[in-house]
């Protein structure tokens, strides 16, 4: 029979990926109309600003960060400079801040959703459950950069090369304390259920437009002369 480790950290990733990228691509081509963010900009634009710009800044860095930090195997950082210490101060100082920025975020944002009556009453459930999932995992990734200190290089990190790999080893997972863990497991069930959620959006951010000609305006009185 599969122990909780084994259950949570071999089978569980597998089964999000796989929800994942099939979510994704079956929700993209059945339900095309419904595929963006459903903003609720215009019943409330004032209160929406601040907490939406710090969350998007704090979850895209950290996002990347994690990407990098993780999947980077540490012999090829020692190779050009970078040394486990110089590697740990930085994620560690990055985590803090950052995971901070996006935490303020997602707490004004869940209260902006729940105090607002015009927005609460199109809020659907699972806009709160994405958005507690969120906090769930952002919260324990920030309290693990400011108040745990745990060897992530050597066992976190080669756990999550293997899963990318296909070579997964979760014994690697059995030590790590119960903080990280939960951080873990509540960043990958915010994977594997944003295909049912507005999360969807992320797919179609408008890369484009840093690429596009620029629009020339010109002023009637101009043209007149």
Same mark, same amino acid.
């Given at each position: ?10 089978? *569980?990733?597998? +089964?999000?990926?796989? =929800?994942? +990228? ?18 609720? &900009?215009?019943?409330?634009? %004032? ?20 990407? #990098? ?11 050009? %400079?970078?040394?486990? &210490?110089?590697? =740990?101060?930085? /994620? ?9 920025? /996006? ?7 869940? /209260?902006?959703?729940? #105090? ?11 806009? *709160? /459950? ?7 995992? =952002? ?24 899963? !990318? ?10 030590? !790590? ?22 999360? !969807? ?5 408008? +890369? ?7 629009? !020339?305006?010109?002023?009637? %009185?101009?043209?007149?002369?």
């Amino acid at each position: 029979m599969f122990s909780f480790n084994t259950l949570a950290f071999l089978v *569980f990733p597998y +089964v999000v990926l796989t =929800v994942f +990228v099939l979510g994704h691509t079956y929700r993209y081509v059945t339900d095309v109309h419904h595929w963006n963010s459903k903003s609720s &900009e215009i019943l409330d634009k %004032g209160s929406l600003r601040f907490p939406i710009l710090v969350f998007h800044y704090g979850i895209i860095i950290t996002f990347f960060g994690h990407l #990098t930090g993780l999947l980077i195997p540490q012999w090829f950082l020692d190779d050009i %400079g970078i040394t486990a &210490e110089m590697h =740990v101060f930085v /994620a560690l100082a990055v985590g803090m801040v950052i995971g901070s920025m /996006a935490l303020i975020g997602l707490i004004l944002l869940l /209260a902006r959703r729940w #105090t607002k009556p015009r927005i609460r009453v199109t809020t659907s459930v699972n806009d *709160f /459950a994405v958005l507690i999932l969120l906090i769930i995992a =952002v919260t324990m990734g920030t309290y693990n950069a400011f108040f745990m200190r745990y060897d992530v290089l050597h066992s976190i990190a080669p756990w999550i090369q293997g899963i !990318v790999t296909l070579r997964p080893d979760p014994e690697l997972m059995r030590p !790590v304390p119960w903080a990280y863990k939960v951080h873990i497991l509540a960043a990958f069930a915010v994977l594997g259920f944003s295909p049912f959620t507005r999360l !969807v959006h992320i797919w179609s951010v408008p +890369v484009q437009y840093l690429f596009r000609r620029y629009i !020339v305006f010109r002023r009637r %009185g101009l043209q007149a002369q």
